[in-house]
T-cell receptor
Framework: DADVTQTPRNRITKTGKRIMLECSQTKGHDRMYWYRQDPGLGLRLIYYSFDVKDINKGEISDGYSVSRQAQAKFSLSLESAIPNQTALYFC??????????FGPGTRLTVT | QKEVEQNSGPLSVPEGAIASLNCTYSDRGSQSFFWYRQYSGKSPELIMFIYSNGDKEDGRFTAQLNKASQYVSLLIRDSQPSDSATYLCAVGDSGYSTLTFGKGTMLLVSP
């Protein structure tokens, strides 16, 4: 079984809808991260968490929120999706904060 | 704003040749440096990390770090078509909490 899983893997939604992307890990890492990847812009950090009570904004947190339900689960929400949030979203985990291990990604399309 | 710069490529090399990928970074306080490989539509995969000036070798891969010049490189010896991918350079912050990624260099290895 994969160490880091993301659901759904693909999602098409309409402008204005609320959507949640979920990430689960079995690596036992405390640190979890959400990134988005856009062609030509690379990977950009949205939010990160060092434990269930420690949530931090990344470079591009506007329009997003997160929830750390447990050590193993970190969810990303788009409260009111807009087309420029169409992207590939990755969850990552880390034991130490530097070596990070990525999930398979969620391809989100907002129409 | 921390920046990590990479040539977008594509870098084309023949099978068996040495591929040289380069990266520069802006934050002099950075302590950790990573190379990720990403196949099209897949998640980034950690292939090398380096913390000290000099060279670090792992199989066909060698990472090189020069902190004075703020320069990191990845050499791939005996390049194979299966090495064709986008290579992401990532730099850790001084607090070992987050990574800043470059936009990646596409490598194409022709048979």
């Amino acid at each position: 079984d994969a160490d880091v899983t993301q659901t759904p893997r693909n999602r098409i939604t309409k402008t204005g809808k609320r959507i949640m992307l979920e990430c689960s890990q079995t690596k036992g890492h405390d640190r979890m991260y959400w990134y988005r990847q856009d062609p030509g812009l690379g990977l950009r950090l949205i939010y990160y968490s060092f434990d269930v009570k420690d949530i931090n904004k990344g470079e591009i947190s506007d329009g997003y929120s997160v929830s750390r339900q447990a050590q193993a689960k970190f969810s990303l929400s788009l409260e009111s999706a807009i087309p420029n949030q169409t992207a590939l979203y990755f969850c990552a985990t880390s034991e130490t904060g530097d070596e990070q291990y990525f999930g398979p990604g969620t391809r989100l399309t907002v129409t | 704003q921390k920046e990590v710069e990479q040539n977008s490529g594509p870098l084309s090399v023949p099978e068996g040749a040495i591929a040289s990928l380069n990266c520069t970074y802006s934050d002099r306080g950075s302590q950790s440096f990573f190379w990720y490989r990403q196949y099209s539509g897949k998640s980034p995969e950690l292939i090398m990390f380096i913390y000290s000036n000099g060279d670090k070798e792992d199989g066909r891969f060698t990472a090189q770090l020069n902190k004075a010049s703020q320069y990191v490189s990845l050499l791939i010896r005996d390049s194979q078509p299966s090495d064709s991918a986008t290579y992401l350079c990532a730099v850790g912050d001084s607090g070992y909490s987050t990574l800043t990624f470059g936009k990646g260099t596409m490598l194409l290895v022709s048979p």
